[in-house]
């Protein structure tokens, strides 16, 4: 008797034909929202904005990373769905009063937990702008594993042009992965599917990457070869690596580089200290890359991917969470030289350049 496992493998051949087709509807779809989109417009869970409305933005965040659909069918473990609602709109506004925030982009796609209408209510209650992300992080389905890169291209380029889940909120950047593992096949396909949809929508390419290992000259390889312009890219989680050859081997080639977790040199001696991260941020400013830098957090105000009682862990060994570059790094940088200019750049005009 045939397992099911060969029964996938033996139809995987004819399932390539069928495929073809999807790229069609991927480039008439694309089409359609390419000729709609403005120049210097961004996509927020409330609608378009001026770019030059973003403000201080931070570009690598999340409300709450879980499991695709928790929030929605297991509410309790987050305290409630209404509880935790309102813990995200204090935070937020706290963030916009305290910290000078105006946006917020949040990195969290379907497949790890993306709730838009959540998004949408707390971006309202709190008065902070939330850009929200097409794509795809790390782990896929059985029915991601399963699609190829044109199909994936075509999902991204959908929820680009007709929004997510028929709410009409359309996605202002894609969100791709590759960790220590390196480029996985499955990860190839996610990668080259953002730069197919980059390319045929304008909306630009953030990523989730390992600096320690590298990985991001992985990423730029095949961006590269799919012919998306790195002026479209941020090759996040830059700041896990004080290599100076790396991080401006990446800018010099046109790429963004995430200086965004800042947040990681609370958790210890195993990591870079945040006192660290911003010292390398000042050596990229003073070889001249201070317009190829953002600076964020990685931070969320929950989780389900790590056991119970994770997050309250966090919160004690940073309980400014996403407070703490406004609090924190920004005096040290200017105590070590950074000047106020400079931090605008960082922090309002990279920012809107890359996402208008």
């Known amino acids: 008797m045939i397992t099911r496992r060969e029964f996938i493998a033996n139809i995987s051949a004819a399932a390539g034909v069928a495929g073809v087709a999807s790229i069609a509807s991927l480039t008439a779809s694309a089409q359609i929202h390419t000729a709609a989109r403005q120049h210097g417009v ?40 209404a509880n935790f609602i309102a813990k995200v709109v204090d935070k937020l506004k706290a963030l916009k009063e305290e910290g000078g925030v ?76 590759t960790d220590h593992e390196g ?12 730069a197919r949809a980059s390319k045929a929508t304008g909306v630009p390419v953030t990523t989730h990457t390992n600096a320690a290992d590298r990985i991001g000259e992985k990423q730029a390889e095949i961006f590269e070869q ?13 700041d896990d690596s004080t ?18 977790h800042i947040s990681w040199g609370t958790r210890g001696e195993k990591f870079l200290s945040w006192q660290q991260r911003a010292e390398t941020i000042k050596k990229l400013v003073d070889a001249g890359f201070g ?8 931070w969320y105000f929950g989780t389900s991917l790590a056991p119970t009682g994770a997050m309250d862990a966090m919160d004690k060994m940073n309980p400014d969470g996403m407070l703490l570059i406004s609090r924190k790094a920004i005096p040290y940088l200017k105590q070590l030289g950074v000047s106020e200019q ?11 350049r890359f996402f208008g």
């Open 102 to 177: 105006s946006t917020i982009v949040d990195c969290t796609t379907a497949d790890i937990g993306r709730d838009i209408r959540l998004l949408e209510e707390v971006s309202r209650k709190s008065g902070v702008q939330i850009v929200a992300c097409t794509g795809h992080w790390l782990f896929p389905s059985l029915s991601m594993q399963a699609r190829t890169a044109d199909e994936l291209a075509q999902f991204f380029g959908l929820e680009i042009e007709r929004g997510i889940e028929g709410t009409g909120i359309k996605p202002g950047v894609i969100k791709v992965a």
């Open 42 to 81: 961004v996509q927020t869970v409330l609608g378009s904005i001026p770019a030059s409305k973003l403000g201080f933005t931070l570009p690598h965040e999340h409300i709450c990373p879980s499991s695709a659909g928790l929030m929605q069918t297991w509410p309790e473990l987050f305290g409630g769905r």
């Open 183 to 194: 480029v996985t096949p499955f990860l190839e396909k996610a990668l080259r599917a953002a």
């Open 291 to 298: 317009d190829r830098i953002f600076v964020s957090h990685d």
């Open 342 to 352: 400079q931090i605008r750049t960082i922090s309002v005009e990279n920012p809107r």
């Open 243 to 260: 290599d100076m050859s790396y991080l401006t081997g990446l800018t010099k080639r046109g790429y963004t580089i995430g200086m965004d």
């Open 226 to 238: 799919e012919g998306l312009s790195p002026a479209s890219v941020c090759l996040g989680h830059c």
